[in-house]
């Protein structure tokens, strides 16, 4: 069992950054790949960038590349992901969730735990 709680959410103008956290509870988290998923107001939730257990290649959707970056700490048990040049289009609730598969997933079902979420808004 894997308990997730995100933080680091909040109001920024846009091409302004943010840091979100994501922290795990248990003792296996280094063996989970983790994956940050969003979802808009009115929006299907989507998935952002993941990275795997042991920290190598990390698969980001195309419209953050350059813009976000996902990175982990297995000794905190926390993934982070570092948001920078918002734009408006990045209003979401963003999700931290975590899959046993070995490589990044980028479907929802593929994730055993997801966190409450975490708001994040960036006015234009």
């Known amino acids: 069992q894997v308990q997730l709680v995100e933080s680091g959410g909040g109001l920024v103008q846009a091409g302004g950054s943010l840091r979100l956290s994501c922290a795990a509870s248990g003792r296996t988290f280094s063996s989970y790949t983790m994956g940050w998923f969003r979802q808009a107001p009115g929006k299907e939730r989507e998935f952002v960038v993941g990275?795997?257990?042991?920290?190598?290649?990390?698969y980001y959707k195309d419209s953050m590349k350059g813009r976000f970056t996902i990175s982990r700490d297995n000794a905190k048990n926390t993934v982070y992901l570092q948001m920078n040049s918002l734009k408006p289009e990045d209003t979401a609730v963003y999700y931290c969730?975590?899959?046993?598969?070995?490589?990044?997933?980028?479907?929802?079902?593929?994730?055993?735990?997801w966190g409450q979420g975490t708001q994040v808004t960036v006015s234009s």
């Open positions: 969730a975590a899959t046993r598969t070995v490589l990044v997933a980028s479907a929802e079902n593929e994730y055993d735990y």
């Open positions: 990275i795997p257990w042991s920290g190598g290649s990390t």
